[in-house]
């Protein structure tokens, strides 16, 4: 039925020759000739007309389905090519198969009828004509385009060729598109995300955390109350440095989780940077709502975790901030940052969990922030000054060895007690030095009290980070070179949160310490969770009772403490000191449950090594070295066997 019209016309046209010929023959048979001429030429000029009208449509319908290939849907395209190309060449189905990703659709000229992996096609039959997707710039072969003839061969014509060649052609370029966009589009989702996410925790960044925040804030009227909480993991890095980074990341990764998990809906979670998380509270009815949050947040890293067979006990310290509009600049999260980051050292160096940032205490605490920077310089300058506590026999009030204890003679912020900076040198990558120079200071000052007569042991305090250093131990040995003879007057005390102790390394610092031949001591003991199981671990000469225990002695708890520690460094033939003695009352009481040794400010305060000469001259009674009156006569008391240092303190005084 097509091209109607023309056939139409052609038999109009046909007829008025045959009654034009008719009357032509009345007049002459000659003219009868000429009438296959005229019919061949009717013929010649239809099949013209129609040859004309059928290409002029099909290049039409060939516009028309490439101009759908205007598309950088991946997708549309394949579909659009099964439907327009049945329909443009007429045939029962269509199919594209394309390799990158593998895929194939299959449709006719009203619809898909299948898309998906190659191998999942149901079979086809009949003939197939196929085409390649390629061209001599593709490297590999984008796929193929077949047209399905179901019953019968047939063989396309040289235009029919050309017009396949051609919608291939328009194809190829189609899917390149749309393999560009939609990889193009692909990599720019990943920089977004990137962008926004930290790739370990796959919690949002810093930088998503100010775009949210600043979103939330900006909401007029606010929709509640809006805080964000600063979360730092407590000695992280002693987990990097003896587990392996690999198993400090599965702790930041499980602490991620833990913390998405508490948090609200609204709210966000992420991570700064290191072991630093931070958790924008969003629609806080009221603004003390925020630090039970912030305690609920920070009570789901409780549980232990388990690492590579290790578990793994994470303890966090936290500082709250509350979004306020007191002035131009308070409503930022950066504002809200700064404000946490006070709040949370404060928490740290007050030994709390979590603080909530106060106006007040701002300045002082913004200058404590910036005394990190400030380390190097100090070291360089001697501003970390020495003072030294004597450790005194309990009985004859004789000093029997003395604790180093530094000071940060601050330029501007004057004397500085150890709780003020001790975080800052830790996170300043500064902590070797400060040691070394701390103890140097130590072993000079044991030197020239030994000279005086005074055979007293020094007690030098270290972190457990420093423990965690491998090379820590040659530090000691260092200092100790040209004065060997001291190591023996040398006590590095520890504190009892090296409950790390059970690793490698710990082992070997503390095994070649030993071998230096100095001695260990445990201090603060009974104030960690595991004491006992530390003291069993870590080979000490000798425990130090903490000042929190002797000042609660009137409390039977405390008391039950106190004589149980004795009891135990008794039995283990370990030498105890009892640190913060501040009355008379209190020494007696720790002298009758058995206490050999003590300091604290009823027997001297921390001083310079100048003054403490001078004390220990001079002595009541003219007694060189006793600090108090003893609390029994010469030779009524007999200690079997006698304390190192209670030995070092009478070869002192048969010395003098």
């Known amino acids: 039925m097509a091209n109607l019209d023309i056939r139409y016309v052609v038999r109009l046209g046909a007829l008025a020759a045959a009654v034009a010929m008719y009357l032509i023959l009345l007049q002459s048979d000659v003219l009868l000739l000429a009438m296959p001429l ?39 395209v394949l579909r659009t090519a099964v439907i327009r190309a049945a329909e443009l060449f007429s045939v029962h189905e269509v199919e594209v198969e394309v390799k990158q990703p593998p895929r194939l659709v299959r449709g006719d000229a009203n619809d898909v009828l299948y898309d998906g992996p190659p191998a999942g096609a149901p079979a086809s039959s009949g003939q197939a004509i196929s085409i390649d997707l390629t061209t001599s710039a593709d490297v590999a072969s984008l796929g193929e385009l077949r047209l399905l003839i179901h019953g019968g061969q047939i063989t396309l014509s040289e235009r029919e060729n050309y017009t396949l060649s051609t919608f291939a052609a328009a194809l190829r370029t189609a899917i390149r598109n749309a393999t560009t966009f939609t990889e193009t589009k692909r990599l720019s989702e990943i920089n977004a995300r990137a962008a926004a996410i930290d790739p370990l925790t796959e919690l949002a960044n810093r930088r998503k955390l100010t775009v949210y925040g600043e979103q939330v804030l900006a909401t007029r009227p606010p929709n509640g109350v809006t805080a964000l909480l600063l979360i730092d993991l407590n000695h992280f890095k002693e987990i990097n440095d003896t587990l392996g980074h690999s198993a400090g990341d599965q702790v930041l990764v499980e602490s991620a989780r833990r913390l998405k998990a508490t948090a609200q809906p609204d709210d966000l979670v992420a991570r700064l940077g290191g072991d630093e998380f931070a958790i924008l509270l969003v629609g806080l009815p009221a603004p003390a709502l925020a630090l039970s949050r912030a305690h609920g947040l920070l009570a789901c890293l409780n549980p232990p975790m388990e690492v590579d067979g290790v578990r793994v006990s994470v303890e966090a310290s936290g500082g709250v901030a509350v979004a306020s509009s007191d002035g131009p600049g308070k409503r930022t999260v950066e504002e809200l940052l700064r404000r946490a980051d006070v709040a949370m050292y404060q928490a740290k160096r007050n030994g709390q969990r979590v603080v909530t940032f106060e106006q007040s205490r701002d300045t002082a605490d913004v200058n404590m922030l910036s005394l990190g920077g400030e380390i190097s310089r100090g070291i360089a300058n001697k501003e970390f000054v020495v003072n030294f506590q004597p450790i005194v026999d309990l009985g004859t009030g004789d000093a029997v060895g003395a604790e180093a204890l530094t000071r940060w003679s601050h330029p501007q912020h004057g004397d500085l007690a150890p709780n003020r900076f001790l975080d800052s040198i830790e996170r300043s990558g500064q902590l070797g030095p400060f040691t070394e120079e701390v103890l140097d200071q130590a072993l000079c000052a044991a030197t020239v009290w030994a000279d005086a007569g005074f055979e007293m042991p020094v007690s030098v305090n270290v972190t457990p980070r420093s423990l965690l250093d491998a090379t820590f131990p040659d530090m000691v040995e260092r200092q100790l070179s040209g004065r060997e003879e001291l190591a023996a007057n040398l006590v590095i005390e520890l504190t009892e949160s090296v409950t790390l102790s059970q690793l490698e390394v710990v082992d070997d610092v ?23 199981a530390t003291l069993a671990r870590v080979p000490v000469q000798e425990l130090k009772i903490d000042r929190s225990f002797v000042a609660a002695m009137d409390a039977p708890t405390e008391t039950a403490v106190v004589r149980s520690t004795i009891e135990l460094g008794r039995s283990l033939g370990l030498t105890v000191v009892a640190e913060g003695v501040e009355s008379e009352r209190q020494r007696a009481k720790l002298w009758e449950f058995g206490c050999p040794l003590a300091q604290g400010h009823l027997f001297a305060k921390p001083m310079p090594l100048a003054k403490l000469m001078t004390l220990l ?14 609390l029994h006569e010469t030779g009524s008391v007999i200690r079997i066997p006698p304390s190192r240092r209670a030995r070092g303190s009478q070869q002192a005084a048969e010395g003098s």
């Open 617 to 630: 001259k001079a002595g009541p009674g003219g007694k060189p070295g006793r600090l108090a009156e003893p």
């Open 510 to 532: 503390l095994s070649r310490l030993r071998g230096l031949g100095l001695q260990l001591a445990l201090d603060d003991f009974g104030t960690g969770y595991s004491s006992l």
């Open 38 to 76: 005229l019919v061949y030429g009717i013929h010649l000029g239809t099949a013209m007309r129609i040859r004309t009208r059928s290409e002029r449509e099909t290049w039409q319908r060939l516009s028309r389905a490439t101009d759908e290939f205007n598309s950088v849907d991946f997708d549309g």
